[in-house]
């Protein structure tokens, strides 16, 4: 049942019931509404300030935490407005409504010659919800986030006004709202530049790395290639503490592929729906459901690093580009096999002359408190202008951490000194992928006075304070962990 706290008001057409962030650890009871206008939104808007309480937006629940949940209050599902705008090819300007996907971009635009600058490992999440988050892609380094490639936005503000901002309009507010997770506004619509290519397909190259220094150092060797991404072993220890998978990709050209015109069709850059053309794909999580414990986990990181192909120097093969970017996807409902206690990813940011050996650290400490992350992987990436950026002149490392009763305190305890590695290193964080930072931390995290700078604007745009959610309760008003990942007792 409803807490009193959500008796005062709500929308007509609200239904109370559980969310979950996408790693199911975080949940929470919320009324929530599909919006299906601006109208309607703004009206949500209006009552929840002359009534209390406060609102959350949310898209595709990509964000693997708290940050789409709103626990006991409300939490407005934009996905209903989804049209596109605008399209036009020769210039690559489209302009879409908040509930698009990148799924919807890619399917519209590729036939054209043209694909998304920037996405995510999951065609899933809205662009609304994407440039909330400052999304990064495999080719983070090269590209930096998606709000880098954004030409303007509209914003519907609390009080009912639409802010039209981008990089020569209104820029403070535009470097504040994307990368906000939705706290400042909701993004209406936004206008992107995307990126022309020849063919939907990539050329990858996999170089097997020893450990953690050889693959930093394959990393360097190749910063000039538009895509680069590392998987590492988190099991191994000793000498091949931090071995992995790094993949270098580029796109093919015309006089590459024999009939570029077709890899441009939407059908060409479906990803398979069975394994081995005989398995469907959608069962796949069942058969790995046996192994998602450290001893299964241990085995299939082995398996993979040592079938690998790739020597010093790598070995090549072609995919399309929904194949190489949209990993996640590749086997649907994966994440099942973390039930019932689901996962949380905790992924931090760390300058380049100190990554290293923060990142050696951090894998010795999921080691001494016996939980290696099922999943690791390694990114390149670029400082950018955003007020919130989670962007250094350095990587990233992203853990994937399976939550269950006996480990939700142990993770709160080895991802509390991790934190206080990457703050101590001058590193950030990524809200998207956060369910466990503490506000002093998350301040520290930023550079000179962003804190209290979004603080202040928080404030000017949102008096009220009607926008929240759990994460921005607990990074800045102190507030608790979502219930979901607290040990019990």
């Known amino acids: 049942m409803p807490s009193d706290s959500t008796e005062s008001w709500r929308p007509d057409d609200a239904q109370w019931g559980e969310l979950s962030g996408f790693g199911m650890a975080c949940t929470g009871q919320s009324w929530n509404v599909l919006i299906q206008s601006e109208a309607q939104l703004a009206d949500v808007f209006r009552g929840v300030t002359q009534a209390g309480g406060s609102i959350n937006l949310r898209g595709g629940g990509a964000s693997y935490g708290d940050a789409n949940i709103n626990s006991n209050q409300v939490v407005v599902d934009c996905t209903p407005m989804n049209r596109?705008?605008?399209?036009?090819?020769?210039?690559?300007?489209?302009?879409?409504?908040?509930?698009?996907t990148v799924e919807q971009v890619w399917r519209h635009v590729i036939a054209d010659g043209y694909w998304l600058p920037v996405v995510s490992g999951t065609m899933t999440p809205t662009i609304a919800g994407a440039l909330a988050m400052n999304i990064h892609g495999k080719n983070c380094y090269a590209a930096g986030t998606l709000g880098e490639h954004v030409l303007a936005l509209r914003v519907l503000v609390p009080n009912g006004d639409v802010v039209e901002c981008g990089p020569d309009q209104n820029q403070d507010f535009f470097r504040?709202?994307?990368?906000?997770?939705?706290?400042?506004?909701?993004?209406?619509?936004?206008?992107?530049?995307?990126k022309r290519i020849q063919t939907g397909h990539v050329e990858v190259k996999a170089y097997r790395t020893r450990n953690l220094g050889q693959m930093f150092e394959v990393f360097a060797k190749n910063v000039e290639h538009p895509y680069l991404v590392g998987w590492i072993d988190a099991f191994a220890t000793g000498n091949g503490a931090g071995r992995g998978i790094v993949h270098i990709a580029r796109h093919l050209g015309v006089e590459e592929v024999a009939n570029p015109a077709r890899t441009l069709q939407p059908s060409a850059q479906e990803l398979p729906r069975r394994l081995f053309?005989?398995?469907?794909?959608?069962?796949?999580?069942?058969?790995?459901?046996?192994?998602?414990?450290?001893?299964g986990m241990r085995l299939?990181?082995?398996?993979?690093?040592?079938?690998?192909?790739?020597?010093?120097?790598?070995?090549?093969?072609?995919e399309s580009l929904g194949a190489f970017n949209f990993l996640l996807d590749f086997v649907p409902d994966w994440r099942l096999v973390y039930r019932p206690g689901g996962f949380i990813q905790h992924q931090s940011f760390v300058p380049s002359d100190v990554a290293q050996e923060v990142f050696a650290k951090t894998l010795h400490l999921a080691q001494k408190y016996r939980m290696p992350p099922y999943l690791a992987v390694f990114k390149r990436h670029r400082p950018d202008s955003f007020l919130l950026s989670h962007g250094v002149d350095g990587y990233s490392l992203a853990l994937d951490f399976a939550i269950n009763e006996r480990t939700r305190g142990r993770i709160l305890d080895l991802t509390a000194e991790i934190d206080q590695l990457v703050v101590s290193a001058g590193g950030r964080f990524y809200p998207a992928k956060d369910a466990t930072l503490h506000a002093e931390d998350y301040r520290r995290s930023l550079p000179d006075q962003s804190y209290e700078t979004f603080k202040a604007l928080k404030l000017a745009t949102d008096p009220h304070n009607i926008l929240q959610s759990d994460l921005y309760r607990r990074l800045f008003l102190g507030g608790p962990m979502n219930p979901g990942i607290l040990p019990d007792g």
């Open 84 to 100: 596109i705008e605008s399209w036009d090819p020769e210039t690559g300007i489209i302009r879409v409504q908040a509930g698009v």
């Open 300 to 318: 299939i990181n082995a398996v993979k690093y040592r079938s690998s192909s790739g020597r010093a120097g790598g070995k090549s093969h072609r």
């Open 277 to 295: 053309g005989i398995l469907p794909k959608r069962w796949m999580w069942r058969f790995l459901k046996p192994f998602s414990n450290r001893l």
């Open 176 to 194: 504040a709202v994307i990368g906000s997770f939705g706290m400042l506004g909701c993004i209406l619509s936004a206008t992107l530049r995307l």
